[in-house]
């Protein structure tokens, strides 16, 4: 088996048992919307007149920063509640190809959430996303990317300990720093439609992010996986 | 290792004693007061060398996780946790030194400056590190599984450090580490003292704390024959 056939059948794998089982992504959207619930009461955006361009970057970045970890989380649960991190381990292909298809799962996984999401936390505040679509789309994909390639490698490093639900998120918040700083800054540039080349900087950036962590990952899986 | 070991008793620890004595007489007693922000200045003796003996921590953690996965030897793992527990140590006091100076020269105890905020961060990320390695299920793959960790966070501190300054735009450059422009020359004198004893003063917390995490594999080994009845 090729590497990248590797990925692509455990990425495939991975999207159909979410098809037949709809687990992770129930979870996910329902943690995101409550988020937004949260959102609305914590700051009463109505009375203090915030619209959209004003915190919506803020919403989207944690929306989307804590619901991953939820997915990220999931991606490596089912595998070792029935010991398939065992079969995996046995499976005759590189464990960097694993990474890459779990990887490549998540990133779905999470534009498929954001995807429902996004446009529901603009119809909470009354804005029109339809402008700003596109650009949007391109900063959510990057740095979704950027923020899966850090958390499939740890979330594989938090599975194999005792208390991996606690782990992840330390492990993960603090390291993904720059994707939230430049998520929420190209983001809330898009939403002010102005700044064409910090945008393109920006976005840069991050994509930076998600190629150096890719990489690490690729490399370092290996060690992750071993008995 | 065991003569290097013992010379952090025998040289090293008589050593630093001495020179933490003298770093404290001359930031006390012969380092001036600095004109405008006064004694609290005297603050940065400790601060400085702080930060830089915790970044050293880290590209530790860094390097000894780097040599652990390519080696496989424990030595290197007891090595890397060491220099965490240190660097988390260090970073802490770089944390609590830094507001205390703040609020009177700055007026302010926290600011989201690029480097305040890298530095807590990078706390954060470390004191994780430090989590995940209770939290393991065997030694060795927790050692592993650590010097992930400790390797894909070594890569984050560049990230970090930009992002943040990317975050704040152009903020005011509040103050300069290191540069002795300005700086008098006893003040100098004072400040170098002080990088030298913090150094060697982590250089010897490092070896011993080094030597404890070998005694505790010796004791877990011991324990593990004792249970398995097995005499050694």
Redesign the interface.
């Known amino acids: 088996m090729t590497p990248r056939s590797a990925s692509l059948t455990l990425c495939a794998k991975d999207l159909r048992q979410e098809l037949r089982t709809r687990e992770s992504f129930t979870a996910a959207f329902f943690f995101a919307l409550l988020i937004q619930l949260v959102f609305g009461f914590a700051f009463d955006f109505q009375d203090l007149g915030l619209g959209f361009p004003d915190v919506g970057a803020g919403v989207i970045w944690i929306t989307l920063t804590f619901s991953s970890i939820l997915s990220f989380q999931n991606s490596f649960l089912i595998e070792r509640e029935t010991s398939c991190l065992t079969a995996l381990r046995l499976c005759p292909c590189e464990p960097s190809a694993m990474f890459v298809g779990k990887f490549l799962a998540n990133v779905l996984f999470v534009l498929a959430v954001q995807g429902v999401v996004l446009p529901i936390s603009a119809l909470f505040f009354s804005y029109d996303l339809s402008g700003v679509a596109l650009p949007l789309a391109l900063v959510v994909a990057v740095n979704a990317a950027g923020f899966s390639a ?1 958390g499939t ?2 979330a594989a ?2 599975v ?4 991996s639900e ?2 992840l998120p ?2 993960l ?3 993904a ?2 994707i939230v ?2 998520g929420v ?1 190209a983001t809330r540039i898009c939403l002010a439609g102005r700044g064409v080349g910090e945008f393109a900087y ?1 976005v840069g ?1 991050s994509g930076c ?1 998600g190629v ?2 890719i990489v ?1 990952g690729i490399l ?1 899986f290996d ?2 996986l ?2 | 290792m065991e003569r290097a070991l013992r010379f952090a008793d025998t040289v090293l620890f008589p050593l630093v004693t001495v020179l933490m004595v003298a770093s404290l007489y001359f930031v006390f007693r012969v380092a001036p007061n600095e004109v405008t922000m006064g004694a609290v200045q005297r603050i940065f003796y400790f601060h400085v060398p702080s930060a830089w003996v915790a970044f050293l921590a880290f590209f530790l953690v860094f390097l000894a996780s780097v040599l652990h ?1 390519a080696t496989r030897r424990m030595i290197w793992d007891t090595l890397a946790h060491a220099a965490a527990e240190l660097g988390v140590l260090f970073c802490g006091i770089v944390l609590m030194t830094g507001p205390i100076w703040a609020r009177p020269a700055w007026g302010t105890w926290w600011t989201w400056e690029a480097r305040l905020t890298t530095t807590l ?2 706390e ?2 470390f ?3 430090l ?2 390695r209770s ?3 065997s030694p060795a ?2 050692a ?2 650590a ?3 400790g ?3 070594f ?2 501190v560049p ?2 450090y ?3 300054k ?2 704040r735009g152009h903020h005011p450059i509040v103050f300069k580490t290191g540069g002795g422009e300005g700086l008098e020359p006893v003040m100098l004198q004072a400040f170098a003292l002080c990088m030298v004893t913090f150094t060697l003063f982590f250089i010897l917390l490092l070896a011993l704390r080094f030597r404890l995490g070998l005694l505790q594999e010796d004791l877990a080994e011991l324990r593990e024959a004792a249970r398995s009845g097995r005499t050694t």
Do not use: C, H, M
């Open positions: 850090l490698l740890f490093v938090s194999r300990t005792r208390r606690l782990l330390l492990l918040l603090p390291a720093t720059p700083i430049w800054k920006l950036l992010f150096i962590f690490a370092l060690y992750v071993e008995e | 996965l961060v990078l954060l990320v004191v994780a590190y989590l995940l939290q393991a299920e793959q927790g592993r599984l010097a992930v960790v390797i894909a966070g890569l984050d990230l970090i930009f992002s943040v990317i975050w």
